[in-house]
């Protein structure tokens, strides 16, 4: 294993969840049902999200709950960025709370975005209001803000300078923040900072920790965070409540999943992940409804993009979607994320065959569209691209074809793919891997072009994976897809291999460099590969900024995708 970085944090891959039903524990406090209640809310849909909320707090009551805990910030949607900089949304995020403590039926613990009067620093503060007998009766400011990965919390927020603990019925409530509960000393072999509140609020004598997150989804952090918790749970001697958020908002995927873990580090309620979901934990006995979670890390992460592809388009203003069909798997496992996302009536998969395509590959692409039941339409660009060589023959005089013809076909499709989505009203779902953007194997307003990239964080190889798991019940996907080797089909008789390494040694590399931060000569070492390949590799992926800067949004499902969490210059000159 490679050993990690300062400040790195990294998930171990042989812990597990347990699913399985917990043995009761039992507690001397009369206790109090608390209701877990996670959902998907929308950045700026103040109304939506407060309907929500009562919504849920509704079905608490009559489940008969003694508290409702909702998740971080879900009054306003998470992350609002910017937004928190307009006085007018901070002033909906106070009347919207106002008018849910006057409604909310049973008391509820709820995430809002909410103003702070102080001499320095920001004027906003990351809060967690318990709403009760019509009126706010605490307020709990989020004391830890991350500035790692996705996270700029502190370019919005004042931190909280204290932690205290609320006494509510038969319960002392320790309320914490999605951050506040990442510190533990005991579990993270380096700290980020210097104060715990996990440990601030347990020598105040709290008997029960909440914790309102707003926690992205990345491959195996859920097993990491159970851990965490469960650390925290068994370290203090008291239950934890995590209720975090589920949906997609822009790049980010919640997964959801909310949990309670009793004090001695078992599994007590969990709710569904990436669903919305209603969970009651009682904290006298210790029981609480667990709902089943999916089966392999794979179908955890499909069901990742199935949230964020479903939640960008609807979010985003569309119902339809477009999908060019090459015929290769990218494009294949794209088609069938959006079916089960957005539904088959929803998807045109569209076939741009040209004049190296394989008579293989256009087959794949109708027998692909007629297995998910899609719309189909084919439209060649054989001729159109020999308009283009006429009309460019002059400029390029007598000078040899090279990667200009192919990045001219990959246009032309791209220029196809807008033209229908302009005019039918669609988004484009594009359809390049993780290992392609990272060294710049795409083509600028080609196959680069549209509104989403579905699987711009997926490594070729679990490209792979997912498309074993479309397959798992009848074949979607066809087989010939999956077993040729891949193509851009772009000249005669190509193969990526032509001008990649293969993949199981690109995708090692790769994660190596860009998600655990190590140097070439490192990853050569580490792996006994020639250190020259390795070093040509981080230097396509540092070349290449320029055009990842350019491309559609994409999913975020690894621990360090492409995009703002991941802020590299363009014009630089550093060579590992």
């Known amino acids: 294993m490679f050993r990690a970085f300062s400040g790195q944090r990294v998930a171990s891959r042989n812990v597990r969840i347990c699913n399985l039903r917990v043995p009761t524990v039992f507690y001397s406090s009369s206790g109090m049902k608390i209701a877990l209640a996670q959902f998907n809310p929308t950045v700026g849909d103040f109304a939506g999200n407060a309907a929500r909320i009562l919504s849920l707090a509704e079905q608490a009551k009559q489940r008969g709950a003694d508290l409702a805990v909702f998740t971080e910030l879900c009054l306003c949607g998470y992350p609002p960025q910017d937004l928190l900089e307009r006085p007018a949304f901070l002033d909906r995020n106070m009347d919207e709370l106002k008018a849910l403590a006057g409604k909310i ?18 004027s906003v503060a990351n809060k967690a209001a318990l709403l009760c007998g019509g009126r706010v009766v605490f307020e709990q400011s989020k004391m830890l803000l991350p500035t790692y990965d996705v996270f700029d919390e502190s370019r919005y927020f004042q931190p909280a300078e204290k932690q205290v603990v609320y006494s509510f019925k038969d319960e002392n409530l320790g309320i914490t923040i999605c951050e506040d509960v990442w510190n533990d000393p005991n579990f993270w072999p380096t700290r980020l900072y210097e104060r715990d509140p996990v440990v601030e ?7 029960v920790l909440l914790n309102l997150s707003a926690s992205p989804y990345t491959i195996d952090k859920r097993n990491l965070r159970f851990e965490m918790l469960r650390a925290i749970a068994k370290k203090q001697r008291r239950p934890v409540v995590y209720v975090n958020q589920v949906g997609g908002d822009d790049n980010l995927i919640f997964d959801g999943a909310s949990m309670a873990i009793t004090a001695d580090g078992h599994v007590a309620a969990q709710a569904l992940a990436f669903k919305e979901d209603l969970v009651l934990f009682d904290t006298a006995t210790g029981q609480g409804d667990i709902h089943k979670q999916p089966p392999t890390e794979i179908a955890y992460a499909y069901e990742a993009l199935l949230t964020g592809t479903a939640d960008y388009v609807r979010k985003c203003g569309f119902k339809k979607v477009l999908v060019g069909l090459s015929g290769g798997i990218d494009s294949a496992v ?4 959006a079916v089960d ?32 039941g899609i719309q189909f339409i084919s439209l060649p660009i054989t001729d159109v691209f020999e308009e283009y060589k006429r009309a460019l023959a002059p400029a390029f005089a007598d000078r ?5 013809e192919e990045n001219i076909q990959a246009r032309i499709r791209g220029n196809y793919l807008m033209a229908l989505s302009n005019k039918f009203g669609s988004m484009v779902l594009s359809t390049g891997n993780k290992s392609e953007l990272a060294v710049g194997y795409c083509t600028l307003y080609g196959d680069m072009a549209g509104g989403l990239a579905v699987i711009s964080d997926v490594p070729k190889l679990m490209v792979y994976e997912l498309a074993a798991w479309i397959n798992r019940e009848r074949e979607l996907i066809p087989s010939s897809t999956i077993e040729k080797p891949p193509s851009a089909e772009l000249r005669p008789d190509q193969k990526d291999e032509d001008s990649l390494p293969p993949y199981d040694v690109l995708d090692r590399i790769l994660k190596a460099y860009i998600e655990d931060l190590h140097s ?3 990853i050569a070492d580490h792996y006994d590969f020639d250190i020259k390949l390795v070093r040509d590799i ?14 559609a949004p994409g999913l975020k499902i690894t621990s360090r995708a492409f995009g703002f969490g991941r802020p590299f210059p363009i014009a630089q000159k550093f060579i590992p």
Not at 105 to 122: H, Q, T
Not at 201 to 207: A, C, R, W, Y
Not at 342 to 371: H, T
Not at 400 to 404: C, E, K, L, N
């Open 341 to 372: 996302a957005l539904g088959a009536e929803n998807v045109l998969g569209v076939s741009m065959p040209g004049p190296f395509s394989s008579a293989g590959s256009k087959s794949d692409a109708a027998i692909l569209a007629k297995n998910l």
């Open 201 to 207: 609020l347990s020598k105040q004598g709290t008997s």
């Open 105 to 122: 039926p049973l008391p509820g613990l709820v995430g809002y975005a909410g103003r702070v009067k102080n001499g320095a620093g920001k």
């Open 400 to 404: 040899p074809a090279d990667v200009t």
């Open 520 to 522: 070439p000569q490192e």
């Open 538 to 551: 981080a230097l396509l992926v540092d070349r290449n900024e320029y055009k990842r800067k350019q491309a």
């Open 334 to 337: 794209v088609a069938s994320i």
